[in-house]
């Protein structure tokens, strides 16, 4: 079966808005399938790679580790997000690892094919909204990093890392290391949200009831 017949959401995706029907139908289709276990690497920081990788099921783990040692988890690709398109188009080596949660498939779109797609200028228009959009998380995110609670912390990466079904898959410990605290503080501020309505806590994860009042 063709990725643009088994994955029709690529069809709306919005790196490719406004480009003909046919076009968008013949990228998504020169694209290689290929799937990823949990804890499967996708792209190694430091290392180069020539493929798009395009998010079509699953999740994954962006991280990055500096020169101390220190790993920080920077962000979670979920489905219909585009991962080493920088690094792809400037033959630079990847700026971070990213690791497969869950089962995951992507589609890998080859160096050749996506800078031919970039004389597109609505496509460029549209990679460039993509990057925006990454770019205004990230700023988000150090302002979050910076100047929140602890309290304040936990509850917007509870926002920011829960999946389509509002609900955060990972352990306790990985929100507190995402979070910057100890697992008491998340354990703490987890119970009070419980009691408050606003999350639900299970064995298969943390379900988020009341968005508004999350955030």
Not at 80 to 89: K, S, Y
Not at 91 to 100: F, K, M, S, V
Request: glycine share 6%; charged share 25%.
């Amino acid at each position: 079966m063709k990725n643009s017949a088994e994955f029709p959401h690529l069809l709306d995706n919005n790196l490719l808005r406004d480009i003909p029907r046919e076009t968008r139908i013949a990228l998504i289709d020169s694209c290689q399938r290929r799937s990823f276990k949990p804890s499967g690497v996708l792209l190694h920081q430091g290392q180069p790679t020539d493929h798009m990788y395009w998010v079509v099921e699953g999740r994954v783990e962006v991280s990055y580790v500096n020169e101390a040692g220190h790993h920080a988890i920077i962000y979670h690709a979920q489905r219909g997000h585009i991962l080493g398109t920088v690094e792809t188009l400037s033959e630079r080596p990847c700026a971070g690892t990213c690791t497969a949660l869950s089962d995951t498939i992507v589609l890998m779109c080859h160096r050749t094919e996506l800078l031919q797609r970039m004389t597109s200028p609505i496509f460029l228009r549209n990679f460039a909204a993509d990057l925006h959009d990454v770019l205004t998380h990230d700023n988000r995110f150090k302002s979050v990093d910076q100047f929140f609670s602890a309290e304040q912390k936990i509850c917007a990466y509870l926002d920011k890392l829960s999946d389509a079904d509002d609900v955060f898959q990972e352990s306790q410990g990985y929100l507190a290391d995402v979070a910057g605290c100890s697992r008491q503080t998340v354990n703490k501020e987890l119970g009070r949200l419980r009691d408050q309505g606003v999350v639900e806590l299970s064995s298969t994860g943390i379900k988020i009831l009341d968005y508004a009042a999350l955030t």
